[in-house]
């Protein structure tokens, strides 16, 4: 495309923006890349699906978080489903990260066969390189501090366990240091 038609599309784009960004782009970025210093996720190219079943949890309280049940609390379905289908459908410009401590790589890709009950590859739901996979959130390009804290909310029961309530399971298996190189 013609530098011209590259603008008008972002112009596009930035019009079909529900509202409620300008609250989501002061912690999700504007462009919903995240914030790593601070451990916010990306929401970009992440499933409308998912988006939209992550905020509807965090309204009914069943996924807790001091920052996002206020912010969720007072949208419409209607404006669920725009937020959620508007950052599935922005780019994703990042990649999995290539330096992956090994055994954090050994877990991501091949999962654990010992510890009291075998822990499935991340790479097994999320997608290879975890670039997501159905129901299953992207995980490449997030930061680790977000992905740590989310494991320990499954460990504790705070965040709903997912599909099957699998990601509950999983986390209980992980120590601490294997949280850490995971994520």
Same mark, same amino acid.
């Given at each position: 495309?013609?530098?011209?038609?590259?603008?008008?599309? /972002?112009?596009?784009?930035?019009?079909?923006?529900?509202?409620? #960004?300008?609250?989501?782009?002061?912690?999700h970025?504007?462009?919903?890349?995240?914030?790593?210093? /601070?451990?916010?996720?990306?929401?970009?190219?992440?499933?409308?699906?998912?988006?939209?079943?992550?905020?509807?949890?965090? @309204?009914?309280?069943?996924?807790?978080?001091?920052?996002?049940?206020?912010?969720?609390?007072?949208? %419409?379905?209607a404006?669920?489903?725009?937020?959620?289908?508007?950052? /599935?459908?922005?780019?994703?410009?990042?990649?999995?990260?290539?330096?992956?401590?090994?055994?954090?790589?050994?877990?991501? #890709?091949?999962?654990?066969?010992?510890?009291p009950?075998?822990?499935?590859?991340?790479?097994?739901?999320?997608?290879?390189?975890?670039?997501? %996979?159905?129901?299953?959130?992207?995980?490449?390009?997030?930061?680790?501090?977000?992905?740590?804290?989310?494991?320990?909310?499954?460990?504790?029961?705070?965040?709903?366990?997912?599909?099957?309530?699998?990601?509950?399971?999983?986390?209980? @298996?992980?120590? /601490?240091?294997?949280? @850490?190189?995971?994520?």
């Open positions: 495309l013609a530098p011209a038609a590259m603008a008008a599309g /972002a112009v596009l784009l930035a019009a079909a923006a529900p509202p409620q #960004v300008n609250t989501c782009a002061a912690c970025g504007a462009a919903g890349l995240g914030n790593k210093a /601070a451990g916010y996720p990306a929401l970009a190219g992440q499933s409308a699906r998912y988006l939209y079943w992550q905020l509807i949890d965090f @309204q009914r309280g069943s996924r807790k978080s001091l920052i996002m049940q206020p912010i969720a609390k007072p949208l %419409s379905k404006d669920i489903s725009a937020l959620a289908h508007y950052y /599935a459908s922005l780019p994703v410009p990042v990649a999995a990260d290539k330096q992956l401590a090994d055994p954090g790589k050994k877990l991501a #890709v091949d999962g654990a066969a010992y510890r009950a075998a822990t499935p590859a991340c790479d097994f739901c999320h997608g290879a390189g975890g670039t997501g %996979s159905g129901p299953f959130p992207r995980l490449a390009g997030q930061p680790a501090a977000y992905l740590a804290n989310q494991i320990k909310a499954w460990q504790r029961g705070t965040r709903p366990a997912g599909p099957l309530g699998l990601m509950g399971h999983v986390a209980r @298996q992980l120590s /601490a240091q294997q949280i @850490q190189e995971v994520s």
